[in-house]
């Protein structure tokens, strides 16, 4: 990776997503300043929705990643791993600078390492606006 950011700012992150995978498919939140955008791909047909992103969302995602290390997030270690016999969803979270991607080791849906917990609580929250 050419860059190495000690913290993000909003200058730095252009897009974040959040995949979660399970035996029925996979499902892909991408936020930007601009678009929320939800893909699923699996069994039965794929579906996809999008949505404009409101202000205080992205305001949200941002105070979240104050205190992400982007070039630590691949070796964070997850507070639990029920993934490994399918009795939780595998979740990663992906970060978009202009200059590069960087991909969370995967965790269990909802429950990453600490350091991404407030950014989790701010993707649940759109997660949950997304089925208002």
């Not at 190495?4 to 974040?16: D, G, H, M, N, P």
């Not at 035996?23 to 699996?42: E, I």
């Not at 579906?47 to 070039?71: P, Q, S, Y």
């Not at 979740?91 to 390492?113: E, G, I, R, V």
Request: with cysteine; charged share 30%.
């Amino acid at each position: 990776m050419a860059l190495t950011l000690i913290s993000c700012k909003e200058l730095e992150v252009e897009k974040l997503q959040y995949e979660t995978v399970t035996m029925m498919g996979k499902t892909t939140l991408a936020v930007t300043k601009d678009k929320v955008v939800v893909d699923f791909n699996g069994r039965g047909e794929p579906t996809h929705f999008e949505r404009d992103t409101k202000d205080a969302e992205w305001a949200g995602l941002i105070a979240g990643m104050k205190d992400v290390k982007l070039d630590e997030v691949n070796s964070l270690v997850a507070p639990s791993d029920k993934r490994a016999t399918d009795a939780a969803p595998f979740a990663k979270m992906l970060f978009f600078t202009p200059d590069s991607t960087y991909s969370s080791a995967s965790f269990d849906h909802k429950n990453p390492n600490a350091m991404l917990m407030p950014l989790m609580d701010e993707i649940l929250k759109i997660q949950a606006e997304n089925k208002k």
